[in-house]
């Protein structure tokens, strides 16, 4: 069950189209011959069990992991996601992972700019400038946040909204997230949530990995359910229920894994979470 558009359909062209991609970590097939439009403007929820893939498969579109096989279209155009870099600057995708990958102890507006310094070269001279678009950004995405506070007295949920001021700042097209309210507290859930929504009004695509079905339920306009590895069912959020969900996820026998050779794995090596590696 995929929504994929002809190429020659332009109006409706995807941002960007996964075609039959796969990874594999030794015996163990993490994504399984995936293919994927993503669309511009859209929210997808990703949902799945333990190990079902979802996170490899941003790591695939971050670039943290290169594909066994496969290809990805930007726009129509073949591309090849080698780094976190092409992925960031050639495609706009933006990663906002679950540790955040952020500095507690420097300021809110110096972590917006954080690993971005080279390319604002300009900019980077006129600290006042920076703070200025700090607060604009910090402004749009309606907080109460301070570009001078430390980011360290965040909570977790305000720490969420720095990560996601970055994508505006620097005109990401596509934000993905993986679990962004598991580590929160319930008070913060629906502030991230909201964050997504504005994302979304601002033209963003986002892409969000969660187990709280409620919250892929509240945000995404398509949902994409993982099974071992591949893209079980690709379904709009129209009329879903939670046990509609859990239905798609564990509807017929499961295996929690698969290996290559098709077999269950006996024990699975456990999921290795994407490493503070920086383009
Ligand atoms: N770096 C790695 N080395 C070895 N195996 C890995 C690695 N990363 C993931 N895997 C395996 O690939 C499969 C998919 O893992 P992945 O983390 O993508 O699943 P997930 O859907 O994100 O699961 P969860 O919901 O638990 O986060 C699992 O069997 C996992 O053990
Ligand atoms: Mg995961």
């Given at each position: 069950?995929?929504?994929?558009?002809?190429?020659?359909?332009?109006?409706?062209?995807?941002?960007?189209?996964?075609?039959?991609?796969?990874?594999?970590?030794?015996?163990?097939?993490?994504?399984?011959?995936?293919?994927?439009?993503?669309?511009?403007?859209?929210?997808?929820?990703?949902?799945?069990?333990?190990?079902?893939?979802?996170?490899?498969?941003?790591?695939?579109?971050?670039?943290?992991?290169?594909?066994?096989?496969?290809?990805?279209?930007?726009?129509?155009?073949?591309?090849?996601?080698?780094?976190?870099?092409?992925?960031?600057?050639q495609l706009g995708i933006e990663m906002i992972y679950q540790n955040l990958r952020l500095a507690p102890d420097l300021t809110v507006w110096e972590n917006l700019f954080l690993g971005e310094e080279r390319r604002l070269a300009g900019f980077i001279a006129d600290r006042r400038g920076m703070r200025t678009r700090a607060a604009e950004v910090l402004r749009q995405l309606n907080t109460k946040i301070r570009p001078s506070e430390l980011l360290g007295n965040l909570s977790g949920g305000e720490q969420q909204a720095v990560a996601i001021g970055r994508a505006l700042l620097f005109e990401r097209d596509i934000i993905l997230m993986d679990e962004p309210t598991a580590a929160i507290s319930v008070a913060k859930v629906e502030d991230v949530l909201r964050l997504v929504k504005e994302l979304k009004e601002y033209g963003k695509t986002v892409i969000i990995v969660s187990h709280r079905l409620e919250d892929i339920?509240?945000?995404?306009?398509?949902?994409?359910?993982?099974?071992?590895?591949?893209?079980?069912?690709?379904?709009?959020?129209?009329?879903?229920?939670?046990?509609?969900?859990?239905?798609?996820?564990?509807?017929?026998?499961?295996?929690?894994?698969?290996?290559?050779?098709?077999?269950?794995?006996?024990?699975?090596?456990?999921?290795?979470?994407?490493?503070?590696?920086?383009?």
């Open positions: 069950m995929s929504t994929e558009a002809p190429p020659q359909q332009t109006a409706a062209e995807p941002l960007l189209s996964v075609r039959h991609v796969s990874k594999h970590f030794g015996p163990v097939v993490a994504v399984d011959d995936v293919s994927l439009d993503i669309h511009p403007h859209e929210v997808v929820g990703l949902i799945g069990d333990n190990g079902a893939g979802k996170s490899t498969f941003l790591s695939l579109l971050t670039g943290f992991y290169r594909s066994d096989s496969g290809e990805f279209l930007y726009k129509g155009k073949p591309v090849t996601i080698t780094s976190p870099r092409t992925s960031r600057h339920l509240d945000v995404a306009d398509r949902i994409v359910v993982f099974y071992q590895g591949s893209t079980r069912h690709v379904v709009r959020n129209e009329g879903l229920t939670i046990s509609d969900l859990v239905h798609m996820m564990f509807g017929s026998e499961t295996h929690p894994y698969k290996q290559a050779n098709g077999a269950p794995a006996a024990q699975a090596p456990a999921p290795v979470e994407p490493s503070a590696e920086e383009a």
